[in-house]
């Protein structure tokens, strides 16, 4: 029930009907009251969990990378919303109700540096993968003493490695070290460079799949 506070043509507080007064910071104000939603489970809201679930399997195991990687697009958004925008409307492939992320397409870091050029994978040791990339430190903004970040994500086992402020751009190899529980395993590669003093980055670039070595 409502109680009128200041006469008929006063404010009040509580529920009339389908009306709720209230006051807040002393300005009285009216609202309707919240439609219930009869059918929570919509084609259209089921398509829309399926494709953000998507997403989020994907970019779930790299939230505190992400922190990094699209720290200059967290634009009254966090770096995660960021990331997950970007990757909802780029990368994601398929129909309701199986999506997947095309990893190629997809973003873990993102800026205005070149990214590498060229990048090469492989998985020669136990535990270990080992980049290489072209320098190509005199395109545009690139840097020799730009750093390189690397990124192996492990979509089976929902766990991600990442190396920040690695080797320079100028080195152009770099190795990762990864879990012994990741032997065998497929795992997805991304590389990208941060500038020296770590304001600007790259996009990432998508250096493949590849298969863990077993020893």
């Known amino acids: 029930m409502g109680t009128i506070k200041k006469g008929i043509l006063g404010g009040f507080s509580g529920k009339v009907g ?31 969990r399926a494709r953000f ?8 195991p790299l939230t505190p990378f992400l922190r990094i990687g699209f ?20 990368a994601l492939v398929g129909s309701y109700p199986e999506y997947f992320i095309d990893y ?62 690695g080797n320079e751009r100028s080195a152009c190899a770099q190795t990762i070290e990864v879990p012994s529980s990741f032997a065998g395993d497929q795992v997805e590669c991304f590389i990208a460079f941060q500038n020296l003093n770590q304001s600007i980055l790259s996009n990432s670039v998508y250096a493949g799949p590849i298969n863990v070595f077993i020893d």
Request: hydrophobic share 40%.
């Open 18 to 48: 389908t009306v709720i007064g209230g006051n807040w910071k002393g300005i009285d104000y009216m609202r309707g009251k919240a439609a219930s939603v009869s059918n929570p489970k919509t084609e259209a809201q089921l398509d829309q």
């Open 53 to 60: 679930g998507a997403a989020l399997k994907f970019l779930q």
């Open 71 to 90: 720290k200059n697009y967290a634009v009254k958004m966090t770096a995660f919303n960021s990331a997950m925008s970007y990757n909802l409307n780029n």
């Open 104 to 165: 190629a397409s997809a973003l873990v870091s993102r800026g205005s540096l070149p990214g590498a050029m060229n990048p090469q994978i492989q998985s020669s040791n136990p535990g270990q993968i080992d980049f290489t990339w072209e320098d190509n430190s005199q395109d545009s903004t690139a840097n020799t003493f730009d750093k390189v970040i690397l990124v192996v994500l492990n979509p089976a086992k929902q766990k991600a490695i990442t190396v920040i402020g």
